[in-house]
C-alpha cells in the first residue's frame, strides 16, 4: 500500500458504522426520556466551564421525539455520503462538527441556554460535502459537492439566526467544522 492512500472500509463495515451511530443516539434519547430530560443539563451551556463538556455531550442530547426523528435522516443520508471514501473520514468529519458546533455555541448561545442536538454535526457533514469538490478539484468530488448543494443546500439558512429553540450557532459552528475538515482532509485528483 502507497503512503497517503486510504483504506478502503468495505460496505458492510460502513452500515454498520453509521447503524450504530444512530442507534447510540436513539439510545441516549431514550435513557435522557426516562430519566425525565435530566441527561439535557449535559448540553452546551454557553459560557461556563460545565457547559463545555456538552461539545462532547451535545450530539447526542435531545429534546424530544421529534427533534431526534428530524435529525436521524439527514444524520443518516449525509453520513454515508461522508463515509463514501472511507470510515476514518465519517470519524474525522464528525468529530470537526462536534467541535466547531460545541465551541460555537458555547461562545455565540445565549447566557442560560442549552444547546443539544446532533443537527451541529450535520451541518458539519453537509459543509464538508458542499467545500469537499472545491478543495479536492477531482470529477467525483465536485460532482457530489454539487448534488449535495442542490439536494441538501436549503439547509445552509439555518446558520443565520431565526426561530426560536433553533441553534444556528450550533448550524454554523458545524458548517464551519465541516469546512475545516473539507480543508483539512483535501485529496488529489
Given at each position: 500500500m502507497r503512503h497517503g492512500t486510504a483504506i478502503r472500509s468495505p460496505v458492510k463495515t460502513r452500515v454498520a458504522i453509521l447503524a450504530c451511530a444512530l442507534l447510540v443516539l436513539w439510545f441516549v434519547f431514550l435513557l435522557s426520556s426516562v430519566s425525565g430530560g435530566a441527561l439535557l443539563a449535559f448540553g452546551v451551556i454557553p459560557r461556563t466551564t460545565t457547559g463545555l463538556r456538552g461539545i462532547l455531550f451535545a450530539p447526542f442530547l435531545h429534546g424530544s421525539l421529534n427533534h431526534i426523528v428530524a435529525n436521524s435522516i439527514p444524520f443518516a443520508v449525509l453520513g454515508s455520503l461522508?463515509?463514501?471514501?472511507?470510515a476514518r473520514q465519517f470519524v474525522r468529519v464528525t468529530l470537526y462538527g462536534m467541535a466547531g458546533a460545541g465551541l460555537v455555541s458555547w461562545l455565540l448561545g445565549a447566557p442560560g441556554s442549552v444547546h443539544v442536538g446532533a443537527s451541529g454535526v450535520i451541518f458539519g457533514y453537509l459543509g464538508f460535502l458542499i467545500l469537499s469538490g472545491w478543495y479536492s478539484r477531482s470529477?467525483?468530488?465536485?460532482?457530489?459537492?454539487?448534488?449535495v448543494a442542490v439536494a441538501w443546500g436549503g439547509l445552509v439558512v439555518g446558520v443565520m439566526p431565526g426561530e426560536t429553540g433553533i441553534s444556528w450557532q450550533a448550524h454554523l459552528g458545524g458548517f464551519l467544522g465541516g469546512v475545516a475538515a473539507a480543508r483539512r482532509y483535501r485529496t488529489s485528483r
Open positions: 461522508v463515509m463514501l471514501r472511507d470529477f467525483w468530488s465536485i460532482l457530489l459537492s454539487v448534488l
